[in-house]
Structures are given as C-alpha cells and as structure tokens.
C-alpha cells in the first residue's frame, strides 16, 4: 500500500531555511501536500503541488517535487517563530475514489 | 463562523461507556471524513463518507461507527470506549468537484478514557 515518510523533528535557527522532506512510494501520486497544523488547532493546507509540476513558490515557501525518486521538500525561507508547527505531507492518486495519504508529520521548532 | 465543527472539544468518558462525537460543516463539501491523532502515529484514517448515506471504512474502523444522515453532518460513535482510543479526533471535508480535493478540518476532539 502507499506511504508516505517524513523525519519527526527539525530544529532552525529563527531566520534560517527550514526545509522538510517526504518521500512517499505510490508512483501515481496526482496531488501532493503540505499541511501545517499549529498548537491546539485543526490542520491547514499549505500549499499543493501536481505532479507533473518539479517546482512552486508562493511567498517564503518552496515546493520541490522529484517525482523519479518520489521526494516532496517544502523549503521555508527567513524561518519566524511563528513558523513552529507540525507539518504534514499527504499524497493522492488519481480519480475521485482516492484518499490522501498523510506522513506522521514534522515537528518544526525555530528558536532564537 | 468556522466552516467546520466539532462538539464537544473535550470529553473525559469512563471504560465501557457509549460516546458520540459530532461534526458539522457549511462548505457544501460532499467529502467527509474522520481520522484520529496520536503523538509519533500522525493522522490515521477511521471512516469516511463520500455523499449522504455512503460509509467506508479506513484503515482503524475497529471499535468505531459513523452516521451520515445529512450532507453537513457526519458523527463518530465509540460504541464501548476503552482507554487506547484517548486521542485527537478531526473531522475532514472535502469537495469532489474540486481538482486538488484540498481536505479541510476541524478544530479536534480531546477524548480521554478512563
């Protein structure tokens, strides 16, 4: 079946890169995700990327997809404390039956 | 107004009794879902439901029930509650008309048991 595997923690300096890796193994992931989700709330989207996109960028954030070696990194720019979170990658198939596939997520935790 | 609710946000129950958690969305999404959260496991799926009426189950349906009688709302039930379901419940939707199907979720439900 798929999965979808990510380290569990990152430590940054407060104006760092942070960059967050994922690797999944279903070759015919469609959609892939960041999810971030801050102390005490629900998950948020973060930004998606398709897979026959290799690169996005919206603001601070950079999606890098290698889609030969199905691995997905979001790159934070100028990394804030705010910024601390768990992250989460996700992946999905192709058609509408498919549910997303979610990582155990990555604690990022940005001090002074 | 959140888009999507979750009642209660916090329930202590005791081993052995029945408890319901409610979700309720205004999105108009058809997609819903229900996953819990342990620390170190992530998200695991319980059920989920792709229109009113329709179940499926996820990868740890065991000990749970869903109910989807309308399209706003979706309940997961604990039919016998025992302490290894204390966890983080979200609720999730999603439209299917949509291409990237973002999942869009609740708040949580803090459940312990005792």
């Known amino acids: 079946g798929e999965d979808v595997e990510q380290s569990l923690f990152l430590s940054v300096r407060e104006g760092d890169s942070s960059v967050i890796n994922c690797t999944y193994t279903d070759s015919s992931s469609t959609y892939l995700y960041w999810y971030k989700q801050e102390p005490g709330a629900g998950l948020q989207l973060l930004t998606y990327i398709f897979s026959n996109m290799d690169m996005k960028q919206d603001q601070r954030l950079t999606v890098l997809l290698n889609k030969k070696d199905k691995h997905l990194s979001l790159r934070i720019a100028d990394t804030q404390t705010g910024d601390s979170a768990i992250y989460f990658c996700?992946?999905?198939?192709?058609?509408?039956?498919?549910?997303?596939?979610f990582g155990r997520g990555t604690s990022l935790i940005v001090h002074p | 107004d959140a888009d999507v609710t979750q009642t209660p946000r916090n329930r202590i129950t005791k081993t052995g009794k029945r408890i319901m958690l409610e979700c309720s969305q205004t999105?108009?999404?058809?997609?819903m879902y229900w996953y819990r959260q342990d620390p170190g496991l992530g998200l695991r799926l319980i059920y989920y439901?792709?229109?009113?009426?329709?179940?499926n189950k996820g990868e740890i349906s065991d000990g749970y029930s869903v109910s989807r009688q309308a399209q706003a709302k979706f309940s997961l039930s604990l039919e016998s509650a025992i302490p290894n379901q204390t966890a983080l419940y979200f609720c999730?939707?999603?439209?299917?008309?949509?291409?990237?199907?973002?999942?869009?979720f609740g708040p949580g439900t803090r459940l312990l048991v005792l």
């Open positions: 996700a992946e999905r198939g192709p058609g509408g039956s498919y549910i997303p596939t």
């Open positions: 439901s792709f229109d009113v009426k329709d179940i």
């Open positions: 999105k108009g999404h058809d997609r």
């Open positions: 999730a939707t999603s439209d299917s008309a949509s291409g990237q199907e973002t999942q869009y």
